[in-house]
C-alpha cells in the first residue's frame, strides 16, 4: 500500500505560481510514475503532468511551458510548479501513483481568481 498527501494549495491571482508537494509513505520502493490529476467541477479528472523514477516527463498540452513536475526520490516526493496560472487551471489537484495499482492522493484545491 501507498499513501500519498498532498500540499501547497490555495487561491491565487490569474498569472500567479504555485507549488504543490504529495509525499509517498508506505511500500514506496516498487513506485515507478507519480504525477497530478486534475478535476474541475463538472468535468472528468484529467492528466496535468507524470514523471517516472528515471525523471522523463509527460505533460498534457494545456500546460505545457507553464508547468513543470520534478521528483525527489530520495524522499519519494513529487512536486508540481504552476507559473502564469488561470482561472480554467481551477480545479482540485490529485497526486498520483503507480506502483502495480493506482494510487491517490486526497486532492488539494487550487482556486485562480481572474
Known amino acids: 500500500q501507498v499513501q500519498l498527501v498532498e500540499s501547497g494549495g490555495g487561491l491565487v491571482q490569474a498569472g500567479g505560481s504555485l507549488r504543490l508537494s504529495c509525499a509517498a509513505s508506505?511500500?514506496?520502493?516498487?513506485?515507478?510514475?507519480m504525477g497530478w490529476f486534475r478535476q474541475a467541477p463538472g468535468k472528468q479528472r484529467e492528466l496535468v503532468a507524470t514523471i517516472a523514477r528515471s525523471g522523463s516527463t509527460n505533460y498534457a498540452d494545456s500546460v505545457k511551458g507553464r508547468v513543470t513536475i520534478s521528483r525527489d526520490n530520495a524522499k519519494n516526493t513529487v512536486y508540481l510548479r504552476m507559473d502564469s496560472l488561470k482561472p480554467q487551471d481551477t480545479a482540485v489537484y490529485f497526486c498520483w501513483a503507480f506502483s502495480s495499482n493506482n494510487y491517490w492522493g486526497q486532492g488539494t484545491q487550487v482556486t485562480v481568481s481572474s
Open positions: 508506505g511500500s514506496t520502493f516498487n513506485i515507478n510514475r
